[in-house]
């Protein structure tokens, strides 16, 4: 499991408005960092229109590279750390240019320069 790679994993249980179910997640954290088998993810759901005024939301085209069937989103603003136990299966990886992105979405969202 490393920076860059979608993954299905399993986010359920959760609470209130977390996103919920088997779906898939991008690995966002250093491979260098953390001692613990936990790793920070930001889930990706379907895209919808309404994302696009949202700058912590990322537009992802399907490829055979990711992995991904259907245009998508990765939620920045849901970024968590999980244990590696809920990780299902790898789909693909996401390209620099999207991982970019990604990144400057969690900047956004955790108000770092």
Do not use: C
């Not at 920076?3 to 690995?27: C, F, M, Q, S």
């Not at 889930?43 to 399907?62: H, L």
């Not at 992995?67 to 603003?77: H, P, Q, R, T």
């Amino acid at each position: 499991m490393h920076r860059g790679e979608v993954w299905l994993i399993n986010l359920d249980p959760t609470v209130g408005a977390e996103i919920k179910k088997i779906r898939p997640a991008v690995v966002v954290n250093d491979d260098a960092v953390g001692l613990l088998p936990l790793k920070v993810i930001v889930p990706i759901t379907e895209w919808k229109g309404r994302y696009g005024v949202a700058p912590w939301m990322v537009q992802i085209a399907p490829s055979s590279e990711n992995g991904l069937d259907k245009l998508s989103a990765a939620d920045a603003f849901q970024v968590r750390s999980l244990a590696q136990e809920r990780f299902v299966r790898k789909l693909g990886s996401l390209s620099d240019s999207v991982m970019l992105a990604i990144s400057k979405a969690l900047a956004t969202v955790l108000s770092i320069e």
